[in-house]
Every structure is written in structure tokens, then in C-alpha cells.
């Protein structure tokens, strides 16, 4: 296979075991039959922008040229730090785009990767959102109008708990169960003051409770690296070994691990 790199497609099967793909191009490579073989992964040297298709130098924003980083929406600071939302100043990128990402509702989740964290996604992401940061559990406590208030009520949390991911610890093994809604019963009060102002600013209805059951979350990894050391397409062109396992957007070689994701746009030549 020849194309370009795209984040890994994930979905999970009745036993909760994440079943991965990867795109290469206009391809799809089915991952969890390859875990105890060979892989080989080759980049060219190329990079193409995944937007406008143009050649690139180098990645920005997980697979855009510079023009486009620098343009688009979905590459502006407040898509990571959304309680920055600018849109009411009428300085948003592409306002119609905003629509139909920022003005729909959002989850605020709690989750264990290598440890209870808070985060929050689009209403159609769970569990991808999950998967993508290599929870082992998550559950929804909040499904809010907007993703600005979502991120108002994720800061308000971070300052109780993480709300980052320690991915060399998450990729060391599996984090100890947690009782995550014994969790959002001692976490939510400490916030309930903030809660009640936020809806008053943005409306009574802005805000849902939610009372959902734990998502228990299994990859397909048949020995966690001892040692973290990561592959790099910047700094070589060939990745290769035994495919131990994947978690979150990580592949973990015997040789060490990749992260897919980071290298989005990446034209690599693939072989097994």
C-alpha cells in the first residue's frame, strides 16, 4: 500500500475489544490480524496538506500546510482551549463551519487512560474520543448546548483533575479500574456553584445531568513496552518490527511505538 497517513479508524465489537484500521491513501488496512506479525511502515518524504492536497514541508495541525493552518477553523486555538470561543466578536475563521461543530451539543466526560482525567467531544464521538487518547473506561456526565460551555465546565474540573492524557504512562499498561461515578459524586459539588453561572449566562436548559453507565474499554495489546522510546518520521524514514499491539493512535512495535495521528498526511509506503 502507498498513500497517505490518516488517523486510525476505531471501532469496538460485542466483546468491548477496539478493532482497528488504518487509512493509507484511499485504502484501509485491517490492523488487529497483523499484531504478532511484521510491519513495515516507509515514508517517501512527502507530505500533503489534507486539505488543500498541496505538497508540504512540513505538517502543521496534524496534517495541514501553514495556509491552510492558518485559515481554517478547525485549526484555531479555541478548538483546543474552546472556552476562548471568539465567535460572538465576529472574528471566527468560517462562521458556517462553526455551526455545525461549535453550536452543537457536546459531552463533558470523565475517563481512565493512566488515571481519572476530564475531557469533552462532539455529541457523535463517543467512544472514538475514548479510543483515540487510549481510555480503558468513560463516562459521560454532562451533555451541554455548545462547545464553548463544554469547555467552560471542563476548566472549572481541570482544576480538580487532569485533563491530560500521560501517554507514556497510558502505554506502559492498563490503569487500575476506577469507579468513575463515585467520582463525579465527590467531583460535582465542588463545582455546582460554577455550573449554576454558567447556566444562568447561557440558559437554564444549556447544561444536562447526565446518569450513564461506564464504557469499559479493551485493546488489542499482547505486551506493553517496558520502556517508552518513539519513532519519528521526521528523524527516520523507516519504522519497523513486530506489531505488539495498538492503543489509542499508537502502534507499539517491539522496536518502539508511533503515533499515527501525529503524522497525518505523511505519504508512507506500508508492508507486511
Known amino acids: 500500500m502507498l498513500g497517505t497517513l490518516s488517523k486510525m479508524r476505531a471501532t469496538l465489537n460485542e466483546a468491548q475489544l477496539v478493532q482497528y484500521r488504518l487509512p493509507v491513501g484511499e485504502q484501509s488496512l485491517e490492523l488487529n490480524p497483523l499484531i504478532g506479525q511484521a ?18 514541508k512540513k505538517s502543521y495541525s496534524q496534517g495541514h500546510c501553514f495556509v491552510c493552518m492558518q485559515k481554517l477553523a478547525s485549526c484555531d486555538l479555541c478548538i483546543m482551549k474552546p472556552e476562548t470561543c471568539h465567535f460572538d466578536q465576529g472574528t471566527c475563521r468560517e462562521p458556517d463551519w462553526a455551526q455545525s461543530h461549535c453550536f452543537v451539543p457536546h459531552y463533558v466526560y470523565l475517563s481512565n487512560t493512566s488515571g481519572v482525567k476530564v475531557g469533552i467531544t462532539r455529541h457523535t464521538q463517543l467512544p472514538t474520543r475514548w479510543i483515540d487518547q487510549g481510555a480503558t473506561q468513560g463516562l459521560p456526565i454532562f451533555k451541554v448546548a455548545t462547545r464553548q460551555i463544554s469547555g467552560l465546565v471542563e476548566v472549572e474540573l481541570a482544576k480538580l483533575i487532569n485533563d491530560k492524557t500521560n501517554w ?72 519497523s518490527g513486530v506489531l505488539l499491539g495498538i492503543k489509542g493512535q499508537y502502534l507499539l512495535f ?19
Open 254 to 272: 517491539d522496536t518502539g511505538v508511533i503515533n499515527i495521528r501525529k503524522f497525518s498526511s505523511y505519504e508512507v509506503q506500508v508492508s507486511y
Open 39 to 56: 510491519l513495515t511502515l516507509t515514508h517517501t518524504g512527502n507530505i500533503f496538506c489534507c486539505n488543500c492536497g498541496k505538497k508540504t
Open 168 to 239: 507514556q504512562a497510558m502505554l506502559k499498561g492498563n490503569a487500575e479500574d476506577i469507579d468513575l461515578k463515585q467520582s463525579a459524586i465527590e467531583l460535582l459539588p465542588l463545582i455546582e456553584d460554577k455550573l449554576h453561572e454558567i447556566g444562568m449566562q447561557k440558559g437554564d436548559y444549556s447544561i444536562e445531568r447526565l446518569d450513564e453507565a461506564v464504557q469499559a474499554i479493551h485493546y488489542p495489546v499482547t505486551e506493553f513496552p517496558k520502556k517508552i522510546k518513539s519513532h519519528n518520521f521526521d528523524k527516520e524514514a523507516v519504522v
